[in-house]
């Protein structure tokens, strides 16, 4: 279902730290609408639909597409 490669697409060495980029990246991803909140919600759903087929794998789709976009 998920797919991981341990590789970096690009080396990335910052200076120093930065807090206000890190919190508008912690928000991007743990907020309310941010990616691990969107994942949880379409997997949630796609567990609880009793309609099998297409739908279903389409919400179970998009829950992974997510999941690997905070991957």
């Known amino acids: 279902m998920f797919f991981h490669r341990q590789e970096l697409q690009y080396r990335a060495t ?8 890190a919190r508008k990246l912690q928000e991007v991803l ?3 609408y941010g990616e691990i909140s969107v994942a949880m919600q379409y ?3 796609g567990w609880n639909m009793h309609v099998p087929g297409k739908y279903r794998d ?3 789709g998009i829950g992974a597409e997510e999941f690997g976009h905070v991957e």
Do not use: I, K, S, T
Request: charged residues 10%; negative net charge; glycine residues 12%.
């Open 14 to 21: 910052p200076e120093q730290p930065d807090a206000v980029y």
């Open 30 to 32: 743990g907020g309310q």
């Open 43 to 45: 997997m949630f759903q």
């Open 58 to 60: 389409m919400v179970f």
